[in-house]
């Protein structure tokens, strides 16, 4: 069969509706007529062209990253986009620009950080991007530990003024997104000192370049941090530097939601707890996990794709075996798609969560900020380490190909990784999860009892009650045979008995230390692992909530289902140790988790194409031959491959004065 006929076959084995599942992936019928408006419309516009990335160099790469982003907000003026339909267009451009960081945290600063009044001078300016903002919290010296910022903020009473400073090298503002070259303010993070005292640190809206030629304002140094890792990828963004030497700004610059400066240099405090001066954070976190389940499905997409075209070995007749068909690709693979879909579950459940919490806390009521902050912080680290792994393996997983920049995924990869370490470092956010939920361990004997994600903690005694006889029997008595597996109120017993039990043991570890302080900082990758033991929970109980739902759509509930099994049981089968030292299951229950895992796989393969174009991603969108609709890769990746400005011409720069004379000695040597 050739290239071209193998897709439409494996489309044609699929057993449920393609495009009811579009509808259940986009999040609504609404979702996703405008993000496939938004798709095509990117698609069409040869403006957003992005195949040549990986060969421009830095100027030339940024400049066209300045042209496309200015021309998308053209197109979204003209075209009177919504809100939704932007972030669509821009989701679809699939270039990071400086526009991210204005969107995406400037504006949010100013929402939830200023005032009334504050918001009302400065929203309209950045709505029409007469001011462009970026948010400069991370220096040379600190990026995790926040407090421990040294830019200084001194209020000057005589001037009614803060003088923004930068006393040391380490002090100087690093990494800020937009910052380089294009912003003109930035929300500014620095410790505030009033009357000789120190407040924390705050954030500040500060000017940095001249509205009239763009230069840097007097006492202001910038410029950009760099190159970074790969070709294109994050390049296109103005990642800076930024030093203040006595800089002045109006008092009413500083962001006084939570905290008031009056004139005198008196600081009154307002009924907002402080944490929400890390509020933007909570914001992006949250936005980055709905991100995590696109790159990965974009990613998957590819690999699945280009699994069923691919053959190797197995040949009687003359046609091997496509790749897909191996159990070790599949056993691979498919865990990966059932993660895509996993992610954009719990994506849109954190979603819910965050607008949750925003309206309490418009109403005073900031009970649940704890419990946002730790499943923003757990979640983001969870999806985006997973993701970025994800993305390597489907590149493995494409063999010699997947390699080639052709492919998509060195980009995918390049531009990907960073969300590792940006906005939150994820091992530095799985101790924040850690902390909260040692808190609520501890806080279990007072009688407490844990609410919404914790809620599960609350069972803890009747738990620990089995411990003896769980070494020999498992707590879970109804798994006796492999569909066992497949009961929801049995999966997600195991994970919740093994989340609880490895908190509980860690919080009895740390009881042993005499200063908590010291026992958290010994047993802090021990309390890592119970944080994604956590983290996975909520995944999986998030994907089993998701199937309680109305699902329409012939098969849809069906292939969802075996999607969220897979998700569960590979985890359990990855993290086999923790359930068993927990004694939460028997190692005969673990095969027969195994072999549940093996049957789904065989129910996902023919359906395997079918879930991937679910995503409904555009050729454009992807950038990848081998992981095109239409399946026609070789022929493509043989034209592609003359695209590269090393066959421009037979002979290449550099013959005559190195290849030659190398060759000429060579022979030389050889009459001798
Ligand atoms: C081209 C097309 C153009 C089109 C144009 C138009 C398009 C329109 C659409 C645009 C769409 C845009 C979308 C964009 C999406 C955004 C993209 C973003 C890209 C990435 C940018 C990356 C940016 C950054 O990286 S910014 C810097 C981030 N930095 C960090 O994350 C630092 C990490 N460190 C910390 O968060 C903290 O310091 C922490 C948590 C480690 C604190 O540790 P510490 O112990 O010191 O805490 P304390 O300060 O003492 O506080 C303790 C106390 O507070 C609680 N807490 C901590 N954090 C939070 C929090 N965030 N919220 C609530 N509570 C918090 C903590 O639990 C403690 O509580 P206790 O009760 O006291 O225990
Ligand atoms: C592409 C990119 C874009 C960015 N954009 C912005 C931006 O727009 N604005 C902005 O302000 N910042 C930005 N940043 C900065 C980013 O937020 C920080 O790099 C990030 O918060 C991590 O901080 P760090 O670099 O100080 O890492 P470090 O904290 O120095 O981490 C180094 C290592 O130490 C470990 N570690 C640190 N603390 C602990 C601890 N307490 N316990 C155990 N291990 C620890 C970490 O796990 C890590 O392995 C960006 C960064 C990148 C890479």
């Known amino acids: 069969m050739e290239g071209v006929d193998i897709l439409p076959h494996e489309r044609s084995k699929t057993q449920f509706d393609v495009d009811a599942m579009k509808i259940v992936w986009a999040g609504s019928r609404h979702a996703f007529e405008v993000s496939d408006r938004m798709a095509r419309l990117v698609a069409s516009d040869p403006a957003f062209q992005k195949d040549n990335r990986s060969r421009l160099g830095r100027k030339e790469l940024f400049k066209n990253t300045l042209r496309k982003a200015t021309y998308a907000w053209k197109r979204i003026l003209e075209l009177r986009l919504t809100e939704e339909e932007a972030g669509r267009l821009r989701f679809f451009v699939d270039e990071p620009a400086f526009t991210d960081l204005h969107w995406g945290m400037f504006v949010p600063a100013i929402k939830g950080q200023g005032t009334e009044e504050q918001q009302q001078k400065w929203l309209p300016l950045a709505y029409k991007m007469q001011i462009i903002g970026c948010y400069a919290q991370t220096e040379l010296g600190h990026g995790s530990n926040v407090q421990g910022l040294e830019t200084t903020a001194t209020f000057d009473p005589d001037k009614d003024e803060f003088v923004i400073h930068s006393p040391t090298l380490t002090s100087s503002k690093w990494w800020p997104g937009g910052l380089g070259k294009v912003s003109t303010h930035a929300v500014v993070y620095a410790r505030l000192i009033t009357n000789g005292e120190e407040h924390g640190v705050h954030g500040f809206i500060v000017q940095l370049r001249s509205l009239d030629d763009h230069m840097p304002l007097p006492g202001i140094t910038i410029g950009d941090i760099g190159m970074k890792f790969g070709n294109g990828a994050y390049n296109t963004m103005d990642n800076g530097v930024l030093t203040f030497d006595h800089v002045r700004i109006p008092r009413n610059q500083m962001l006084m939601r939570v905290l008031q400066v009056t004139s005198e240099g008196k600081c009154v405090q307002s009924n907002v707890p402080r944490q929400l001066i890390y509020g933007t954070m909570v914001f992006v976190r949250q936005t980055i996990v709905a991100d995590a389940s696109s790159a990965l499905s974009r990613a ?373």
């Open 300 to 672: 998957v997409c590819i690999a699945t794709r280009y699994s069923a075209v691919r053959r190797q070995f197995g040949s009687q007749d003359g046609v091997e075996t496509q790749v897909i068909d191996y159990k070790t690709q599949q056993n691979r693979l498919f865990p990966l798609l059932a993660s895509a879909y996993a992610f954009r579950f719990v994506g849109e459940w954190l979603k819910w969560l965050y607008t949750d919490v925003t309206q309490r806390l418009q109403a005073n009521d900031f009970s649940t900020l704890p419990e946002a902050h730790a499943c923003t912080a757990g979640l983001k680290s969870l999806t985006t380490t997973a993701t970025a792994d994800a993305i390597e393996e489907c590149r493995k997983l494409c063999g010699g190909h997947g390699y080639l920049c052709a492919s998509g995924l060195p980009e995918l990869f390049a531009v990907y990784v960073p969300a590792c370490t940006y906005e939150g470092d994820n091992v530095v956010l799985l101790l924040q999860v850690a902390r909260f939920l040692m808190k609520t361990v501890s806080q279990l004997g007072s009688g407490k009892k844990p609410i919404g994600t914790t809620a599960y903690l609350g069972r803890v005694q009747d738990l620990m009650q089995c411990r003896c006889e769980v070494q020999t029997v498992g707590i879970i008595y109804s798994i006796n045979a492999a569909e066992d597996w497949l009961k929801p109120s049995v999966m997600l017993e195991a994970f919740e008995a093994r989340s609880a039990r490895m908190c509980v043991a860690r919080a009895q570890n740390l009881g042993k230390f005499a200063n908590p302080e010291d026992g958290f900082a010994e047993l802090s990758a021990d309390l890592v692992e119970a944080a994604v033991a956590h983290c996975q929970l909520i995944v999986v109980s998030k994907f089993l909530d998701k199937l309680q739902q109305d699902i329409p759509g012939n098969g849809v509930k069906q292939q969802l289902q075996n999607l969220c099994y897979i998700y569960a049981l590979n985890l359990l089968h990855k993290h086999l140790g923790d359930f068993l030292s927990t004694g939460c299951i028997t190692p005969k229950q673990a095969s027969l988790a195994n072999d549940q895992l093996r049957s789904l796989y065989s129910q996902v393969r023919p359906n395997a194409i079918a879930l991937v174009d679910a995503f409904n991603y555009t050729d454009h969108y992807l950038g990848s031959v081998l992981g095109r609709y239409d399946g026609n890769v070789y022929p493509k990746l043989y034209e592609e491959a003359w695209k590269d400005p090393l066959n421009d011409s037979v002979l290449p720069d550099g013959y005559n004065e190195y290849i030659r004379p190398l060759l000429k000695q060579q022979l030389h040597n050889s009459r001798l």
